[in-house]
């Protein structure tokens, strides 16, 4: 015997007040008033038999009953998401929006775009940058490239590259100077208050004495550091995969041979609870490709 389906309309204001916990929130993505979502989720109430919010003073929490209903309203509402999207975006661009480091997107990601767009010529990357985690429910993210160690609650991580720190000098002051291997208490330290420990780890664990991990120039973000350090400042803590270009076409000159490998790395994340997209997929397998080689060796 067949059953009758659950009215569409009260389905989605529930799912969107559901997924943001509050009505007036939900009222504004849907673009009606917040009197038109409560009487659209009053409707599925209704139909259903049960309570799916408790009213509180200053918002809303599921009950029992609204949050198993959630938890299959949500998957059934991506996978249309997804089928309309497929068949909607056939033969035309798709946008995939990704959100990074400053640093990793001017020095890694940015110079290396044009070669995914070439590999996908109908996929677009919707870039943009921001020290603080996303929030995949309100920001229509996809995906957040991250530093640390892979175990943020409800996101998904994979892995892309180890972050080792080696001190970095444009090549000019290495001339200029006439610095050697080692040299760091003669040239100005460069640091990254986005990542502020890292001059500290790397002179912890390169046998170097007696000097203050603290003094030199400090800058908002390691993007900064670097640029300081290639107008001749003074050197730069690095992330090693972020300057091997410049290192191996001599531009900047490896202050040392120590490479500290933290026990931190880069990841891809993305909610566990959202499958990824074929684009995100694409994403992933193009980064995980190239992750290491210098622009030089593109195809």
Not at 166 to 195: C, Q
Request: glycine share 6%; with cysteine.
């Amino acid at each position: 015997m067949s059953h009758p389906l659950l009215p569409l309309n009260p389905l989605r204001a529930f799912e969107v007040a559901a997924r943001l916990r509050s009505l007036t929130r939900a009222a504004d993505e849907l673009h009606v008033s917040q009197v038109a979502v409560s009487r659209q989720v009053k409707v599925l109430e209704d139909y259903l038999g049960v309570a799916l919010f408790n009213r509180l003073h200053r918002g809303i929490e599921l009950t029992q009953e609204g949050a198993e209903l959630y938890a299959g309203v949500k998957n059934a509402f991506r996978e249309l998401e997804n089928a309309s999207r497929k068949v909607s975006r056939r033969n035309k661009r798709d946008v995939l929006s990704i959100q990074s480091y400053t640093t990793f997107s001017q020095r890694w990601l940015i110079p290396r775009l044009a070669d995914f767009h070439n590999r996908n010529p109908l996929l677009e990357v919707k870039l943009s940058s921001s020290l603080k985690p996303v929030d995949f429910q309100t920001q229509g993210i996809d995906a957040a490239i991250r530093s640390g160690h892979g175990d943020w609650p409800g996101l998904h991580a994979e892995k892309l590259v180890d972050i080792e720190l080696i001190p970095i000098v444009s090549a000019a002051l290495w001339e200029a100077e006439g610095l050697a291997k080692n040299d760091i208490a003669k040239v100005r330290r460069l640091h990254s208050m986005a990542r502020p420990d890292d001059w500290k780890t790397w002179l912890g664990k390169s046998g170097l004495e007696g000097l203050d991990e603290e003094a030199g120039m400090k800058f908002d973000n390691s993007a900064l550091a670097y640029e300081a350090a290639s107008m001749n400042i003074g050197a730069a803590i690095a992330i090693k995969v972020f300057v091997e270009r410049q290192l191996q076409e001599g531009s900047f000159v490896a202050l040392s041979d120590t490479v500290c490998r933290t026990d931190e790395a880069y990841y891809l994340t993305w909610p566990k609870d959202a499958r990824p997209s074929d684009a995100l997929i694409k994403f992933l397998e193009w980064m995980k490709d190239l992750i290491g080689h210098p622009l030089g060796q593109l195809s």
